[in-house]
């Protein structure tokens, strides 16, 4: 017997992965409080009660994608694999991804700043949590016991807060590269950006550093 999904099933799942993308660019670029139904149906080639029908209203449609845009950073970070790594380059790989996903996935940053000015009235409604948290956690936790055992790393740094750490570095000059650039006239690129990661990843192995002489050494 055939047990492929039938077309239906899977046009319904392509249907709101549409919506889904037109409503990340659309909260993301006109905020809460701007974006329109109509141009998210536009966008995504379908009509107005079709969204209703998937989401819910705008409310249920901007949860559903605020939990999109967790879901997706969640998943790269999963595919990380830093088992085979030497603490140090582990940790280089995590910053450099946190930066590459903030800047390829620009409505990540977007959608944190829109629900922070919300007071994070919608995140605290998503169902299921643990499906945001991030798995790093337990990752850091991990890399961070390798480096102590192996003599690299201090003892007793706290991985949520050297998360939290990592996340702020690479997130300021992405979310606000438009003031940056004006006010201090600097040319924020991709390239700049992803400079800044490996500066990053300097200053917080320095920190990490059980030895902090050979700070310099890199």
Same mark, same amino acid.
């Given at each position: ?20 993308? +037109? /409503? %990340?660019? =659309?909260?993301?670029? !006109?905020?809460?409080? #701007?974006? *329109? ?26 949860? +559903? /994608? %605020?939990? =999109?845009?967790?879901? !997706?950073?969640?998943? #790269?970070? *999963? ?140």
């Amino acid at each position: 017997m055939n047990d492929k999904p039938k077309p239906a099933s899977r046009d319904a799942a392509a249907t709101q992965r549409r919506i889904l993308d +037109a /409503a %990340l660019n =659309e909260f993301a670029t !006109q905020g809460h409080g #701007g974006a *329109r139904v109509d141009r998210i149906a536009e966008s995504a080639g379908v009509s107005k009660p079709m969204i209703y029908s998937y989401f819910g209203d705008k409310e249920d449609l901007y949860k +559903a /994608a %605020l939990k =999109e845009s967790y879901l !997706q950073i969640r998943k #790269g970070e *999963r595919a990380i694999d830093t088992d085979h790594m030497t603490p140090e380059d582990a940790i280089r790989e995590l910053v450099h991804f946190t930066m590459d996903h903030f800047i390829s996935k620009p409505w990540f940053t977007s959608m944190l700043n829109t629900e922070n000015l919300r007071k994070g009235v919608t995140v605290r409604e998503i169902d299921h949590l643990n499906d945001i948290q991030s798995p790093l956690i337990h990752q850091i936790s991990s890399i961070l016991e390798r480096g102590v055992a192996e003599g690299a790393f201090q003892p007793g740094v706290d991985p949520t807060e050297l998360y939290l750490t990592i996340a702020s570095l690479c997130f300021f000059p992405v979310s606000n590269k438009y003031t940056l650039r004006v006010v201090f006239n600097v040319p924020i690129d991709d390239t700049w950006l992803k400079r800044r990661a490996e500066e990053a990843s300097k200053m917080i192995l320095c920190y990490l550093r059980a030895t902090p002489e050979t700070c310099g050494t890199d």
